[in-house]
């Protein structure tokens, strides 16, 4: 029979309605931060829900970081202002849920880390600069330590350009999507038998980025960070899927 095929459609807990009506509010400005929502009592005559699911509503607008809920408070819970814990939270989350493709997740790292980059080779200070440099000697030092010691030198190298560009959106993104890129082939690091060769390579990338930021060359440096990148993940990601992370490169 010729028609439109229809996709089945999921059921929705009423608990989720109540959810996404106090989102929409919140979002739409209708509840500001430090305003209270209506009592648990309240909200089950206005939604024409019961307390259980009201209560389930609140629990998990909490646990997305919204709103504050107190046991025992005779008021309603508190709508939060913006955290970037929460949004950090949320953004984990969406990555997961989603099952995005490890290409995928690399090729926005290199979006990301490459626009800090720009961004920090521009608008870094002495200090800053500093701390970078300081984070790459910490690389060389590591690399007889071991591979998490190198790790932990290597976070603090992109977190300070981080800071660096002025953006907490751009430091938030890079830190989720950083970690679970790195979770997503921390077994193969591991097991590489090159290991390192692996971070003494990671280093030389480092300081020519380093180099083109020192002299202020924000595009340069840009550059040669989506290469690092692409040199060091694209051997995790499929063959078919490398296009994608090749499309970034001049």
């Given at each position: 029979?010729?028609?439109?095929r229809?996709?089945?459609?999921?059921?929705?807990?009423?608990?989720?309605?109540?959810?996404?009506?106090?989102?929409e509010?919140?979002?739409?400005?209708?509840?500001?931060?430090?305003?209270?929502?209506?009592?648990?009592?309240?909200?089950?005559?206005?939604?024409?829900?019961?307390?259980?699911?009201?209560?389930?509503?609140?629990?998990?607008?909490?646990?997305?970081?919204?709103?504050?809920?107190?046991?025992?408070?005779?008021?309603?819970?508190?709508?939060?202002?913006?955290?970037?814990?929460?949004?950090?939270?949320?953004?984990?989350?969406?990555?997961?849920?989603?099952?995005?493709?490890?290409?995928?997740?690399?090729?926005?790292?290199?979006?990301?880390?490459?626009?800090?980059?720009?961004?920090?080779?521009?608008?870094?200070?002495?200090?800053?600069?500093?701390?970078?440099?300081?984070?790459?000697?910490?690389?060389?030092?590591?690399?007889?330590?071991?591979?998490?010691?190198?790790?932990?030198?290597?976070?603090?190298?992109?977190?300070?350009?981080?800071?660096?560009?002025?953006?907490?959106?751009?430091?938030?993104?890079?830190?989720?999507?950083r970690?679970?890129?790195?979770?997503?082939?921390?077994?193969?690091?591991?097991?590489?038998?090159?290991?390192?060769?692996?971070?003494?390579?990671?280093?030389?990338?480092?300081?020519?980025?380093?180099?083109?930021?020192?002299?202020?060359?924000?595009?340069?440096?840009?550059?040669?960070?989506?290469?690092?990148?692409?040199?060091?993940?694209?051997?995790?990601?499929?063959?078919?899927?490398?296009?994608?992370?090749?499309?970034?490169?001049?």
């Amino acid at each position: 029979m010729d028609g439109p095929r229809f996709e089945p459609v999921r059921a929705v807990r009423a608990y989720e309605r109540v959810v996404e009506q106090v989102e929409e509010a919140i979002e739409g400005g209708t509840l500001s931060p430090g305003q209270r929502l209506p009592s648990e009592r309240e909200l089950m005559v206005q939604f024409s829900v019961s307390r259980s699911t009201v209560r389930e509503a609140l629990r998990v607008l909490q646990a997305r970081g919204l709103v504050r809920s107190r046991p025992g408070d005779p008021n309603g819970a508190e709508v939060l202002p913006f955290s970037p814990a929460a949004l950090h939270k949320s953004m984990t989350t969406l990555a997961r849920v989603e099952e995005l493709s490890l290409a995928e997740l690399v090729q926005f790292r290199m979006v990301l880390d490459s626009s800090a980059i720009l961004l920090a080779a521009r608008l870094r200070t002495d200090a800053q600069l500093a701390d970078m440099e300081s984070a790459v000697a910490g690389m060389r030092a590591a690399v007889e330590a071991g591979h998490d010691a190198f790790g932990e030198a290597d976070v603090a190298f992109h977190d300070v350009v981080a800071r660096s560009s002025g953006n907490k959106l751009i430091q938030i993104c890079m830190d989720v999507v950083r970690s679970i890129v790195l979770k997503l082939i921390a077994e193969k690091i591991a097991d590489a038998p090159d290991r390192e060769a692996l971070m003494r390579q990671s280093i030389r990338h480092h300081e020519e980025v380093l180099a083109a930021m020192r002299a202020g060359d924000g595009p340069l440096a840009a550059r040669l960070s989506r290469k690092a990148m692409y040199d060091y993940y694209a051997g995790y990601v499929p063959a078919a899927e490398r296009s994608s992370l090749r499309a970034l490169l001049d």
